[in-house]
């Protein structure tokens, strides 16, 4: 069965030079989606209220790196839902998604599940964390927050290795640290700084008076203190459950 660390094999090809295979749009189908815009609320859509990008590693190969943007959603001031995409185009595709807890709720959490979770201090001390556009004075008391939060972030669709279609099992993503595989490679840095004319050694210097924990949970950022990751293998289960217990 399918693993988030094995490539699915033959995959259908791109069409007509786009990135994802398929027809162009119809008239037919666009007048349909206008007519739902204008009818329709999209109220959880219309709660998304920052763009962020960033960087990723995946757990099971710390060698791959990407860039993310982050689709903002803010559920309370404890809890961030980000939509992750591949690029901040009209044509970006879906590639994952990020769930960011305060660190008051994720020393709540069990153990085991804290090794899923990665810290952001290093990621928002580094300058690697930012809102395109949006001066740095604004978002100061953000990035403090952000500085002592924790995220998971499982990738769906791995369109570095060149899936057309987000294949195989989900991905669990990894954030920058100060380590070894950690460190964001510098062709990637140099591309988002040709992106949106930003020094990330500028940002680096206006964040130096953000306070970072004194101590980050060891469960986080597993690989760290384990060298190991996570990879996903989807397996068939010898019968199917047809009622299933709750607590």
Known sequence: MASSDEFPGVVPSRSDGNDTPGKPLTVGSQM??????MLQSLKPIKQVNQHVCTFAMYSHDMTRQIQTYHYVTRLNQDFLQCAVYDSDSTTARLIGVEYIVSDRIFES???????LWHSHAYEIKAGLWMNPRVPEMIQKSELQDLAKSYGKFWCTWQVDRGDVLPLGAPSLMMSPQEV???MVKPELLKRREDKYKVSNESLMQSRAGIEVPEKINTNADYWKNAGKGFAIDIEQTPEMKLITPFP
């Open 32 to 37: 349909i989606d206008k007519s739902a815009q």
């Open 180 to 182: 070894n595989l950690g």
């Open 109 to 115: 959490l069990p153990a085991e599940e804290q090794k």
